[in-house]
C-alpha cells in the first residue's frame, strides 16, 4: 500500500514536501518510485522518478530543476521536493512504485504497477 501525503495550498513560488509511505512491500529497495500529477481533463504526466540504486532519476521537463526526488529506503519511503512553484503545478499527486529485478537496480521504470492516493497541491496567490 502506498499513501502519498504533504499536499497542500501554496503561493506561486512557495516550496512543499510530498512524502510517500509504503508498506506491506517486503523489499521496498527492489521498488523504483515514480511520482506523476494529473489535472481534471488532461493525461496523467510522469514527473519524476528514481531508481531502486536512487543514483538513476528522471524528471520531466517541467519540473526540471526545480523538482527533487530521494528515497528513504530505511523508512519504506520516497519524497518529493516541490520548489519554485507556479500555478500550473496545481494537480493531484500521485506515488507510484514497480519491482526492479537487481540486476537492473539503475533503471528508471516508465510503467508502474503499484499506485497510491493522490495528495492535491495547489499553487495560488
Known amino acids: 500500500q502506498l499513501q502519498a501525503s504533504g499536499g497542500g495550498l501554496v503561493q506561486p513560488g512557495g516550496s512543499l514536501r510530498l512524502s510517500c509511505a509504503a508498506s506491506?512491500?517486503?523489499?521496498?529497495?527492489?521498488?523504483?518510485i515514480g511520482w506523476f500529477r494529473q489535472v481534471p481533463g488532461k493525461e496523467r504526466e510522469r514527473i519524476a522518478c528514481i531508481s531502486t540504486s536512487g543514483s538513476s532519476t528522471y524528471y520531466a521537463d517541467s519540473v526540471k530543476d526545480r523538482f527533487t526526488i530521494s528515497r528513504d529506503n530505511a523508512k519504506n519511503a520516497g519524497n518529493l521536493q516541490l520548489n519554485s512553484l507556479k500555478p500550473e503545478d496545481t494537480a493531484v499527486y500521485y506515488c507510484?512504485?514497480?519491482?526492479?529485478?537487481?540486476?537492473?537496480?539503475?533503471?528508471?521504470?516508465?510503467?508502474?504497477?503499484?499506485w497510491g492516493q493522490g495528495t492535491l497541491v495547489t499553487v495560488s496567490s
Open positions: 507510484a512504485t514497480r519491482y526492479v529485478r537487481r540486476a537492473y537496480r539503475d533503471y528508471v521504470p516508465v510503467d508502474y504497477d503499484y
Open positions: 506491506g512491500f517486503t523489499d521496498f529497495d527492489d521498488y523504483a
